[in-house]
């Protein structure tokens, strides 16, 4: 009997995955099911992979079949009644949104369906276009009207467009797709659904993630033994971590540029569209420092193993005169207990966790960031009274967040407060899904931080630099790739490259307005 499936979407911009599992028999296929989302091989596991977003959320069926749409967490947006009634689609996608572009209402949510010449489709984006403004003018012009303020819906409507080779009975979809990225070359990662087809896409520069994971019988998920007969189905996601949950196994990423085709045959490559020669790939490094779980894959290193290389190479160059290691829990953990292997001193904690608040740096305005705090963390005293603490925190971005800490932690008897941060100052604003909207709001563009030692009660404050945070990335990528060429005796290897532009004002392509 066919499940519900689904296609998710969280993340910066959001994250979504695509499943397609076989309802077989031990006779082979016998039905065909698809599902997306990042998380979860039924609709309820949508939540569990919402970690970063949860500002709005959607689900369609079949496209053009059962639509649901809420505002807030998938949790509280979905009733169970509402989700019950998907239980036997066939197909589709869901999408929890983290507004970059457009405002946090129901008409932005995703995702979005419109009616094409072969029928409908439905689209789901993680990213944010850097030439939205244009685009938005230019379908205008072709008398195209939009009915949100979300540069996804753009997306949606470029695909509806006829390419000029076209066959009138039957569309060209890599074709749609390629035409897409001539007309902006970044940022998105996008899952298409047309029919009983879904289309996995990434932009040429490979700003957003997306990975595949292969659907394998429960008693072959852990462990080396699910051989490529045991596959079930197949799921795409902007996060590896969401496989698990639902019973699946890492296969592999999604390359930059890339046309992956699902459906009832499996898993087929299309197309990789190249970038302007001499142009290097440009993954987003803030996925790796704070955005994605530390038990994602990317680049075939896991995220939690690279912040632990950040917080090492962080002990490195800037050490500290102290008695104890500690983290603001819980994304700069790994970092933390990276600093503490390297600089030899005891990690500890001296922040209990309130689990129950969601993270800070993505709450839409000030006020809220710093209520969420207040509410967010509760001292353990008997850890670090009477010493001196070095505090691991992952970024510093407004500095909000790290001010009501460090007091929080004076008061409770701490002798030091030393803030080391496992990444550099941020100083530019993202235009590729991230919400740093303006200069002004970031702490590194502040008079203030010019003292921000100072300005935050803290007894010092050091960042790691870009070329260390670069090479702590790079160093597992260039081991994995290594590893490949001796597997597959395969001597070229994939280039290599990080969009650092919120660090450095690099962006990695040319901004439109």
């Given at each position: 009997?066919?499940?519900?499936t689904?296609?998710?979407r ?8 695509a ?8 006779h082979?296929?016998?039905g ?10 039924r ?10 977003t949860g500002?709005?959320s ?5 496209v ?12 509280t ?6 989700l ?17 572009t ?8 995703q ?8 029928g ?8 944010e276009l850097v030439?939205?403004h ?8 072709h ?14 409507q ?20 390629k035409n897409?990225?001539?007309e ?11 029919k009983?087809?879904i ?13 595949i ?8 998920l852990?462990?080396?033994g699910?051989?490529?007969?045991d596959?079930?189905?197949w ?6 971590c ?18 992956v ?6 898993v087929?490559?299309?197309?990789v569209?190249?970038?302007p020669?001499?142009?290097?790939p ?5 996925e ?10 990317f ?8 912040r632990q290389?950040c ?29 503490a292997q ?20 993505i709450?839409p ?11 967010k ?5 008997d850890?670090f009274?009477?010493?001196r ?10 500095g909000?967040?790290?001010s009501?800490i ?11 407060v030393?803030i ?12 590729m ?20 030692a100072g ?12 070329e ?18 001796m ?7 994939r280039?290599?490259g990080?969009c650092?532009?919120c ?11």
């Amino acid at each position: 009997m066919p499940c519900a499936t689904v296609i998710h979407r969280i993340s910066q911009a959001s994250r979504y995955e695509a499943v397609l599992q076989f309802n077989g028999g031990t006779h082979g296929v016998r039905g065909v099911r698809y599902r997306g989302g990042v998380r979860g091989f039924r609709v309820c596991r949508c939540r569990r992979v919402a970690h970063s977003t949860g500002r709005g959320s959607g689900l369609n069926f079949g496209v053009g079949g059962l639509t649901a749409q809420g505002m807030g967490l998938v949790s509280t947006a979905f009733s169970p009644e509402a989700l019950t009634k998907l239980r036997h689609g066939n197909l589709g996608i869901c999408h929890t949104r983290y507004s970059t572009t457009g405002m946090s209402e129901l008409q932005n949510c995703q995702p979005f369906v419109v009616d094409t010449l072969h029928g409908k489709i439905a689209v789901a984006h993680n990213g944010e276009l850097v030439n939205a403004h244009a685009l938005r003018k230019k379908v205008m012009r072709h008398g195209v009207g939009l009915s949100t303020s979300s540069d996804s819906e753009l997306i949606t409507q470029l695909l509806a467009l006829t390419p000029p080779m076209e066959e009138l009975d039957s569309p060209d979809w890599v074709a749609r797709i390629k035409n897409l990225m001539t007309e902006t070359p970044t940022s998105y990662s996008l899952l298409v659904m047309f029919k009983d087809v879904i289309y996995a896409v990434r932009d040429p520069y490979g700003n957003r993630p997306l990975c595949i994971g292969r659907l394998v019988p429960i008693s072959k998920l852990h462990g080396p033994g699910a051989e490529e007969e045991d596959t079930e189905g197949w799921v795409v996601s902007s996060e590896s971590c969401s496989f698990q949950s639902i019973g699946a196994k890492y296969y592999r990423e999604v390359l930059p540029g890339e046309i992956v085709q699902i459906s009832r045959h499996g898993v087929k490559s299309l197309s990789v569209v190249p970038r302007p020669e001499g142009d290097l790939p440009a993954f987003c490094i803030f996925e790796y420092v704070y955005f994605a779980r530390p038990d994602s894959i990317f680049e075939g290193q896991m995220v939690y193993t690279v912040r632990q290389r950040c917080g090492r190479q962080l002990a490195i160059e800037s050490p500290t005169d102290a008695d104890v290691v500690s983290t603001v829990p819980e994304s700069a953990t790994p970092a933390a207990l990276g600093y503490a292997q390297q600089s030899g001193l005891p990690y500890i904690e001296v922040l209990c966790k309130n689990r129950y608040v969601g993270r800070t740096f993505i709450q839409p305005n000030t006020r809220l960031r710093q209520l969420g705090v207040a509410k967010k963390f509760g001292a353990l005293t008997d850890n670090f009274a009477g010493k001196r603490v070095v505090l691991i925190d992952d970024s510093i971005v407004r500095g909000n967040t790290i001010s009501p800490i460090i007091k929080l932690l004076k008061e409770a008897g701490a002798k030091e407060v030393h803030i080391r941060v496992a990444s550099p100052p941020i100083m530019f604003p993202c235009y590729m899904g991230i919400n740093i909207p303006t200069k002004e709001e970031l702490i590194a563009n502040k008079p203030e931080f010019q003292d921000i030692a100072g300005y935050i009660g803290a007894a010092s404050v050091k960042y790691l630099t870009v070329e260390g945070l670069v090479s702590a990335v790079q160093e597992g990528i260039a081991s994995h790739n290594e590893k490949d060429k001796m597997n597959s005796n395969n001597k070229s290897s994939r280039k290599v490259g990080h969009c650092t532009a919120c660090l450095t004002g690099k962006y990695p392509v040319e901004l439109k307005w």
